[in-house]
């Protein structure tokens, strides 16, 4: 069973415009969320986090919002460039004093000029 | 700081045949993992350790084996290749709960 869905397996957008990414997640007591990015041949990067004390966290032109009644969590990139074009995972968060991250198949986002 | 180095970068097997998959961190951190990645599939955990002496299975951990001796290194050992385990493998380290993971650049093994 995942226990993060990331349901758009690619997006699509135009430069200088908002992408936004999203992920669904079930289990309530997840407290910490992440997401991640990733090139082509290259191992994924650590892009923002957000704790479940929170519901936005903002770095730059990256957003995260998190909506805990819907379990819902979402990356917000305004605005989005090409050279964030890449693989956006939203990895199975830590619980408890174990630290161990699953991913999924992520969302493959297309920044077009 | 190197980060996560990961060695070979690239990898050939026969069907049979044995290797080691080198990983080491110079941070350290306390938890690594080991991760495939296979088109369509995304990212899959196969073993990670939370420290020295200490590691556990993750989603697909057949057909390896892994042990932590020291807290920089997660060396990662495939008994018997088969072209299933084709595939880019992943390290990653993190400073511990809620760290972040940092990720090496990959291993591209083939199994003929």
């Known amino acids: 069973d995942q226990q993060v869905k990331q349901n758009s397996p690619s997006l699509s957008v135009q430069e200088g415009r908002i992408s936004i990414l999203n992920c669904d997640y079930t289990?309530?007591?997840?407290?910490?969320f992440l997401w991640y990015k990733k090139y082509p041949a290259e191992g994924p990067t650590f892009l923002i986090s957000?704790?479940?004390?929170?519901d936005k966290n903002e770095d730059g032109r990256f957003t995260v919002f998190l909506n805990k009644s819907a379990k819902h969590l979402s990356l917000h990139i305004v605005p989005s460039q090409p050279g964030d074009s890449a693989v956006y995972f939203c990895?199975?968060?830590?619980?408890?004093?174990?630290?161990?991250?699953?991913f999924g198949t992520g969302t493959r986002l297309q920044v077009t000029l | 700081n190197a980060g996560v180095t990961q060695t070979p970068k690239f990898q050939v097997l026969k069907t049979g045949q044995s290797m080691t998959l080198q990983c080491a961190q110079d941070?350290?951190?306390?938890?690594m993992s080991w991760y495939r990645q296979d088109p369509g599939m995304g990212l899959r955990l196969i073993h990670y350790?939370?420290?020295?002496?200490?590691?556990d299975q993750g989603e697909v951990p057949n057909g390896y084996n892994v042990s932590r001796s020291t807290t920089e290194d997660f060396p990662l050992r495939l008994l018997s290749a088969a072209p299933s385990q084709t595939s880019v493998y992943f390290c990653?380290?993190?400073?511990?709960?809620?760290?972040?993971?940092?990720f090496g650049s990959g291993t591209r093994l083939t199994v003929v």
């Open positions: 289990n309530s007591m997840f407290d910490y």
């Open positions: 990653a380290s993190s400073q511990g709960y809620r760290g972040g993971y940092t």
């Open positions: 941070m350290n951190h306390e938890y």
């Open positions: 350790s939370v420290g020295a002496g200490i590691t």
């Open positions: 957000i704790s479940s004390i929170k």
């Open positions: 990895p199975l968060p830590y619980t408890g004093t174990a630290s161990k991250l699953t």
